[in-house]
């Protein structure tokens, strides 16, 4: 994977406000890669609503992990047991499987 979202990216900052209020560094890869992909997915909607005139989001809840069974994780699980991710910063780790799914998407 060669693909990093900047650091002022708008997924980018919502993902890492995600983990900030959790031990991330404790948890499974499995579960990061699913908090990940939910970010991803609220901000498909949100891009969505944003080019229907007149629409509105509302109010969000709290990001809730995809399910497990998500077969997007996959990669991303792979990627965190590849790489010493617990070492790195939410932004750097946030980019980078942003980045990944930028990747996949395309």
Known sequence: MTANRP???PVVAALCLTL???PWRGFTPHLLARLALAQW???????LLAAVPGSSPGTWREVEPVPADDPRAE???????????????????CRRLLGL???TAG
Do not use: G, M
Not at 41 to 47: W, Y
Not at 75 to 93: D, E, G, I, Y
């Open 20 to 22: 900030e209020r959790y």
């Open 75 to 93: 990669a991303l699980v792979a990627f965190l047991t590849a790489h010493r991710w617990t070492q790195l910063t939410a932004s750097t780790v």
């Open 7 to 9: 650091h002022d990216d």
């Open 41 to 47: 997915d609220r901000h498909a909607v949100q891009r």
């Open 101 to 103: 799914l930028d990747d």
